[in-house]
């Protein structure tokens, strides 16, 4: 009987901790969407990343204003969409043997990281992973190690929250009506491949700005001196999430997004339409 009982035991624990992996896994799965998407690629995590720092080369594949923006100490940026992405990456490695190629994006929910990651295996640079945590993750859990618009550490309290974003942004109706205002400030800042001929409103009521911080500036200045509202859109609502550090950081108040960008007022007229 007592032999039974302790098999019976055994087993009992041997499930539990079956159910325990399987429901971290499943844990995994939803924290980290893109991995079951990309099981070929290898990832790392944020702690195993700190610790090893010395044996990885970090490379940043978001865009440059992104990275200028925001990120890792020490990183390095290849775009996944340059050019040249393969030999800037073959490069890198030629010239860090024995050392891992970390590669990473903006987080849980971006493909960049593990994009580059299997791009590079295909033409057999494999000493890379992915870091698909991402830089706000890594900001948070060492900000000594990360660096805001040339400043390390990053300053408590300085990472803008979704919650934060979310209040800058207007429908894209609000936004028309906004920007239609007498005195209101309109910058489309989408680069000029995005632009197909499209804009909101007419020659002379908006101005076209690349995003760049210098060229922003003066608007700006502008706004805040003579105390008018600026309203800014991209294409589709994500390019303003970096430039909203910038904003933030000149201390203006009065900043306005269209929110899903130009396409989603597409989208509504189209709608409108049917």
């Not at 989408?190 to 003066?218: F, H």
Request: net charge neutral; charged share 25%.
């Amino acid at each position: 009987m007592e032999h039974a009982a302790t098999e019976t035991g055994t087993l009992i624990r041997a499930l539990l901790l079956s159910l325990l992996f399987c429901a971290s896994l499943a844990s995994a799965e939803d924290e980290f969407p893109n991995r079951a998407v990309y099981p070929d690629v290898p990832v790392i995590e944020t702690e195993d990343l700190y610790r090893n720092l010395d044996k990885h080369v970090v490379v940043d594949v978001r865009s440059r204003y992104e990275y200028d923006t925001l990120h890792i100490r020490g990183a390095g940026n290849i775009p996944l969409n340059s050019s040249d992405f393969i030999e800037q990456v073959r490069t890198l490695a030629s010239s860090h043997p024995g050392k891992t190629i970390a590669f990473y994006c903006n987080g849980k929910t971006c493909r960049k990281s593990y994009k580059a990651a299997r791009r590079a295996r295909k033409y057999h640079i494999d000493n890379v992973v992915a870091y698909d945590a991402g830089i706000f993750d890594w900001a948070r859990a060492h900000p000594d190690q990360a660096v805001l618009l040339g400043q390390s550490p990053v300053p408590a309290g300085r990472l803008i929250s979704t919650a934060d974003f979310k209040k800058h942004l207007l429908d894209p109706d609000a936004f028309l009506e906004k920007a239609r205002e007498p005195g209101a400030i309109v910058l489309d800042i989408r680069d000029i491949r995005q632009r197909e001929g499209i804009s909101l409103l007419p020659p002379g009521r908006e101005e076209r700005v690349p995003l760049d911080n210098e060229k922003l500036r003066k608007y700006v200045e502008q706004a805040q001196a003579e105390g008018r509202p600026l309203l800014i859109y991209d294409a589709v609502g994500k390019q303003v999430r970096w430039l909203q550090y910038f904003l933030e950081q000149a201390g203006l108040n009065n900043y306005w997004f269209m929110k899903g960008g130009i396409r989603s007022y597409l989208a509504e007229l189209q709608s409108d339409y049917r």
